[in-house]
């Protein structure tokens, strides 16, 4: 039985009223936002979080982000710190999630059962208008089945989640292209960075005034990763099914069948498998079409695909800690 594909939603007014009523009654819909588009639940309402994990094929201790629309609306969903506070005011609306103390209105399928919740306030125009017609906090992964590399569009989303989900809000393609920033600030003297992101270590830093320690899940293949610290951390992830080679700096083209990605267009080539992310090699072009462009050489039928890394710092460490574990085959 095949169930027929998602409908894809411009946000007209009227769109984003059905769209809210769908939330509202504990559908899933698929939302635009500046990191990745997202699958979007009532996130008080366990049996409406129960759907994105079965759409997705998500294991049930991978614990979800809460979007929320104000700082009123965090308040119903975690406590917040002055250390919270100070980054929130900040960067939000922006690409940075909080780990926080939960309250007891959010239910544990949502946290995986532990004390603290992720917390995140959006700035995409359309799923902001949504956030406020819905009146509700949503739960939201991004939105492609568990391991795949996350959608930046709408036809990502289409392409992973079609027969699995009804409704889907085009927002265009997502403005930052890799997934927020997550820091857990429950202890302001320690915080943690567990995913890093567009908002930089160095920028939080620079808010918190203190060092940010990186706890995140290293790929260490055969090995155990820190994924145990951090449940959901998971060392492969965001893995297109084409084997991903890593390059400090790509040398040699030669071979035809694999596809070859720069960070900026190399002078003079010409060939049908070279690739380039940004014409002049800004990272921030280069994070906004990394996964569209995995996505394509995936489907592309390339034997390998190499790939280079940028030089740390910023939000290098963002891209690298992504094209780490797309490469990691355990
Ligand atoms: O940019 C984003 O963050 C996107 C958009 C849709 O907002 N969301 C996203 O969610 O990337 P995703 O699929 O990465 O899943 C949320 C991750 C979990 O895998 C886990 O690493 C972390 O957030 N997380 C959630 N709750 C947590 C908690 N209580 N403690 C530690 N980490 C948590
Ligand atoms: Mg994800």
């Not at 690409?95 to 919740?117: D, E, F, M």
Request: hydrophobic letters at 45%.
């Amino acid at each position: 039985m095949t169930r027929r594909t998602a409908r894809v939603y411009r946000g007209t007014a009227r769109n984003l009223a059905v769209l809210a009523g769908r939330l509202r009654a504990g559908e899933l819909v698929a939302v635009p936002t500046e990191t990745v588009y997202g699958l979007a639940a009532n996130a008080l309402d366990p049996r409406a979080c129960e759907k994105i994990f079965r759409a997705k094929g998500r294991p049930h201790h991978d614990p979800l982000i809460v979007h929320v629309h104000s700082l009123a609306q965090l308040a119903q969903v975690a406590q917040p710190n002055a250390a919270a506070l100070k980054l929130a005011r900040r960067f939000w609306p922006g690409p940075l999630t909080l780990v926080l103390p939960k309250q007891a209105a959010v239910p544990g399928i949502v946290t995986a059962g532990r004390p603290s919740v992720a917390v995140r306030m959006p700035s995409h125009p359309l799923f902001r208008r949504l956030l406020k017609l819905a009146g509700l906090p949503l739960a939201a992964p991004s939105a492609n089945p568990f391991g795949y590399v996350s959608p930046t569009t709408a036809a990502h989303v289409r392409d992973g989640l079609g027969r699995k989900i009804g409704a889907i809000l085009d927002g265009g393609a997502a403005q930052i292209g890799l997934e927020s920033t997550i820091v857990d600030v429950r202890d302001p003297k320690r915080p943690r960075l567990l995913r890093p992101g567009a908002i930089t270590r160095e920028a939080l830093e620079r808010v918190l005034g203190r060092r940010v320690r990186l706890i995140a899940a290293k790929p260490r293949p055969g090995g155990r990763s820190r994924a145990q610290l951090a449940p959901g951390l998971l060392a492969r992830h965001y893995s297109p099914r084409t084997p991903l080679v890593l390059h400090r700096k790509i040398a040699d083209t030669a071979t035809t069948d694999e596809a070859f990605v720069f960070l900026r267009r190399p002078a003079g080539a010409r060939k049908k498998n070279i690739f380039w992310l940004d014409a002049r090699g800004d990272l921030r072009g280069v994070a906004r079409r990394l996964f569209g462009t995995l996505r394509a050489l995936d489907r592309a039928g390339f034997a390998r695909i190499h790939i280079e890394q940028p030089d740390g710092g910023g939000l290098a460490d963002a891209i690298n800690d992504r094209l780490r574990r797309a490469a990691a085959r355990a």
